[in-house]
């Protein structure tokens, strides 16, 4: 018969498995492209494991401003690649099996802590099935937080166990999973507060083990933070930039501080109602305020109550479960609260994934207290009591079906920016992703030229929206640009492509929309140097062969046409169009025979197509 560690361990798992299922049939999504698909560090396998140790995290993905140290993941990301490529599916599986294990470590350790079966597992399955946790599970790239947590959960039981038994083992393995989590994410630095807790307060009365355990963690965050700190140094980090921070721009520190303070007390509210869940709470998504603010002050009222109730409950030395539930809290959500210092993010649902372990522990007391006869509180059957399941039953179906409903919403980034632009209008960078997903996923996989239309539309809407809200934002004014082309609006156009270099002249996006709007305006000169100055910024831009090809063809220079055009089909034969030039340029060069075989190749795909008499090419020659 299964032990009761093992049977309820197994449920807490299994329960994790089922929620998060529907993400195996998710793609990649937000920075999973620079963590994973476009890392050139990740696509070498084993091989780049040892740069892996010594590099940035995104350096295989370019310079990127405010860039971190989190070897761990990126090396787990390698030998996922080498074994099955770019596979979303397997990223998936291994990140809800990482999270099945975090519930399962979290409730081994809280049974452990407070030898409380019936808190543990309760605050366990608060925990695995909260919904804010989707973004952390869903987002395959977000490993990082998973594996922090892990590991840092597992080193919390090993140092109970040096603490009951002694064993100079335990500390060693405690110590070496603590730097492990620590090489996961930078996030678990609040450790360095909370093990001391743990072991002087909470665990059992052995101060030589404690202080043992207290200089292990704390060598093993001087290492960390000596490894960081020369591996960041040496590739010249930058520091929290606007885009991921609006807070950088506040005006003034006490509107800094009172943002700051709204945000934080928008954590409790979403872990208490989960609802609405957002991707992305950049600018301007929670406004600046100050401290005339109502919420301002009433989230300041909230945590200076709790603050003053844990002291209070320690001063008595009160080692109660609801204390290190709220101490836990606030602990970890200090480090992004954004108001000693800035985080590379303004407000983001991943930072609640640890302290929502205090949040779990307070509720997990409460139920414990109010619905379970004190006599039964280690006897699980107790949870079967009806009481008990008319708050619980209903929880986990609620909390179940947003959590399954959230999966959903991050299938893909269209679905994902096309989903929550409706939930913050106000965000611009949301309100970027949305029309460059319309523009780059949706409009090339329609047929349907009404629905074309729409699609392009409803892009020009969101990007025109973007650049009012980020006027400085390169990437928005280049595929604002791109917009108004597809819409044959060429003045508007070659606006925004401008716009764009004006803020940054390498910008590819906007030198391509340039030239296809100096293309749509006849001015084939102008478009060549465009799409040529495109393809010498980016080598690997195939697309660009045939655009290129296209304007040597209405410049009448048909043996170049016919040159890029042929580099086109070899880099990407799916491109259909480039046999319809290719056609006319071998034609117009008086190369008959091999006009005929293009024409015959395009006409599989456009049955209508057909060269035109022999006479010089006209600018609506392709287009009819």
Not at 59 to 68: H, I, M, R, S, W
Not at 527 to 545: D, N, S, T, W
Not at 554 to 559: I, M, T
Request: charged share 15%.
């Amino acid at each position: 018969m299964l032990s009761e560690k093992l049977k309820y361990s197994s449920i807490l798992a299994i329960l994790s498995v089922i929620l998060y299922a529907n993400t195996l049939q998710n793609d990649y999504v937000m920075d999973d492209g620079q963590v994973i698909v476009n890392n050139k560090l990740v696509a070498k396998g084993i091989s780049a494991i040892p740069e892996l140790l010594v590099t940035p995290r995104l350096k295989g993905y370019g310079p990127v401003e405010n860039d971190t140290y989190r070897p761990i993941p990126m090396i787990i990301f390698a030998v996922e690649h080498q074994f099955w490529g770019n596979n979303p599916l397997i990223g998936h599986l291994f990140n809800i099996l990482f999270f099945a294990c975090c519930v399962v470590v979290l409730f081994l350790f809280l049974r452990k802590l407070f030898k409380k079966n019936i808190l543990a597992f309760t605050a366990a399955l608060l925990f695995a099935i909260h919904p804010i946790h989707a973004e952390v599970v869903a987002n395959i790239k977000s490993r990082d937080e998973l594996l922090c947590f892990f590991f840092a959960f597992c080193a919390l039981n090993t140092f109970i166990n040096y603490q009951e038994r002694g064993k100079v083992t335990s500390l060693v393995s405690g110590t070496l999973l603590f730097l492990l989590s620590l090489l996961s994410k930078e996030t678990v630095i609040t450790f360095a507060v909370l093990i001391p807790l743990i072991c002087f307060f909470y665990a059992n009365e052995q101060k030589r083990r404690s202080t043992y355990i207290t200089v292990a963690s704390l060598s093993a965050i001087i290492l960390f933070f000596i490894a960081r700190t020369s591996v960041l140094n040496s590739e010249h980090a930058t520091d929290v930039v606007f885009m991921s921070n609006p807070l950088v721009a506040a005006p003034d520190l006490a509107t800094r501080i009172a943002t700051a303070l709204y945000g934080l007390g928008k954590y409790i509210l979403l872990l208490l109602i989960p609802y609405p869940l957002i991707c992305d709470y950049s600018y301007n998504t929670i406004p600046f305020t100050g401290f005339g603010n109502v919420y301002v002050l009433l989230s300041l009222a909230v945590y200076i109550a709790l603050a003053a109730f844990c002291i209070r409950n320690l001063a008595k030395k009160q080692k109660d479960p609801l204390t290190f539930g709220i101490l836990f809290f606030l602990a970890t959500i200090a480090l992004f609260s954004n108001i000693p210092f800035l985080v590379y993010s303004q407000f983001a649902e991943r930072f609640l994934f640890f302290p929502s372990v205090g949040f779990c522990v307070v509720a997990a007391v409460s139920i414990n207290k109010w619905l379970i006869k004190p006599e039964n509180k280690d006897d699980y059957s107790s949870l079967l009591k009806p009481v008990v399941l008319c708050v619980m039953l209903p929880a986990v179906l609620v909390f179940g079906y947003l959590t399954f409903s959230r999966n959903a919403e991050w299938k893909d980034n269209l679905t994902l920016y096309t989903t929550d632009i409706h939930k913050a209008p106000d965000n611009g960078w949301l309100c970027y992703n949305a029309g460059n997903s319309l523009i780059t996923t949706a409009l090339n996989k329609e047929a349907d030229p009404i629905v074309k239309k729409r699609i392009v539309d409803d892009a020009a809407m969101y990007l025109s929206r973007a650049v009012s809200l980020l006027p400085g934002h390169a990437n928005a004014h280049a595929q604002l640009s791109y917009a108004y082309t597809q819409k044959n609006i060429p003045d508007s156009a070659r606006i925004h492509a401008i716009a764009a270099l004006d803020i940054d002249s390498l910008n590819v996006p906007a030198i391509t929309s340039l030239g296809t709007a100096f293309f749509a305006a006849q001015q084939y000169g102008k478009a060549l140097f465009c799409f040529r100055k495109a393809i010498e910024i980016m080598p690997g831009y195939v697309e660009q062969y045939a655009n290129i090809g296209a304007c040597y063809l209405y410049l009448n220079q048909f043996d170049s046409s016919i040159k890029y055009l042929h580099l086109a089909i070899a880099h990407m034969p799916a491109n259909t169009r480039v046999y319809g030039n290719l056609a006319f340029a071998y034609n117009f060069a008086g190369q008959q025979d091999s006009a005929l075989k293009y024409q015959e190749i395009t006409r599989q795909y456009y049955p209508r197509f057909k060269l035109p008499d022999a006479g010089k090419l006209s600018h609506d020659t392709l287009k009819n």
